[in-house]
C-alpha cells in the first residue's frame, strides 16, 4: 500500500520518496513487485500537491515468444490531497483529486499511481532478446510452410471441430 503522510507537514516544499506494494483491491498480474514514488510535494495548509515519477518492474508476456519477461515502467504523477473539505462540495469530476478527513494522518495513492503505470504498459509487448529478430528467427517452422507454398488458412482447413 502506497501511504502519503498528510499530517504535521509545513507550508512549502518537501522532498519525498515512498515505496510500497500494491496489494488489496489494486493488486495486478503486471504490477506486482514494489513501486517506488520520487517527488516533491507543496503545501498549501489543507491541500497537498505531489508533482513526481513513479516506476517499478512489471511483469510482461512477450508477444512473440509466449515467455514471461520483466521491464521497468514510469509514469508522471500529480496528485492532490486535500484535508477536511465537507462532502457537499465534493466533486465526482475530479481526477487525481484525494479527500481525507481533518484527523486522518495519511492519504491512500495506491489507486492512482497503479492506475498511472497501467497506462504506461507497453502495448506490443517484446522481450529485450527478440527485440531485434523476425518471426522466422524465432520459430523457423514457419520457413519451412512458406518452402512449401501452404498458406496458413490451409493449414486451419485440416483441424477437426469437435
Known amino acids: 500500500m502506497l501511504l502519503l503522510n498528510a499530517q504535521g507537514l509545513s507550508n512549502g516544499k518537501h ?3 515512498i515505496s510500497g506494494i500494491a496489494d488489496g483491491e489494486f493488486k495486478s498480474d503486471i504490477i506486482d513487485s ?9 503545501v498549501y495548509n489543507d491541500r497537498i500537491i505531489l508533482n513526481g515519477k513513479a516506476w517499478t518492474s512489471a511483469k510482461l508476456i512477450c508477444d512473440l515468444s509466449l515467455e514471461v519477461y520483466r ?22 469530476v475530479d481526477e487525481n483529486i484525494i479527500y481525507i478527513g481533518e484527523e486522518e494522518k495519511n492519504a491512500n495513492i495506491t489507486e492512482i499511481v497503479v492506475q498511472e503505470l497501467l497506462v504506461k504498459v507497453p502495448m506490443k509487448k517484446v522481450s529485450p532478446k527478440y527485440i531485434d529478430k523476425d518471426i522466422e528467427e524465432i520459430y523457423p517452422e514457419i520457413k519451412e510452410i512458406k518452402k ?3 498458406s496458413p ?10
Not at 514494489?34 to 507543496?42: A, C, H
Not at 492532490?80 to 466533486?91: C, F, Q, S
Not at 488458412?153 to 469437435?162: A, G, P, S, T, V
Open 71 to 92: 521491464e521497468k515502467i514510469e509514469a508522471e504523477i500529480s496528485i492532490n490531497v486535500i484535508k477536511g473539505m465537507k462532502e457537499e462540495y465534493r466533486t465526482e
Open 34 to 42: 514494489e513501486v517506488f514514488i520520487e517527488g516533491s510535494l507543496r
Open 153 to 162: 488458412f490451409d493449414i486451419l482447413k485440416n483441424l477437426k471441430i469437435n
Open 148 to 150: 512449401e507454398g501452404l
Open 15 to 17: 522532498y519525498i520518496e
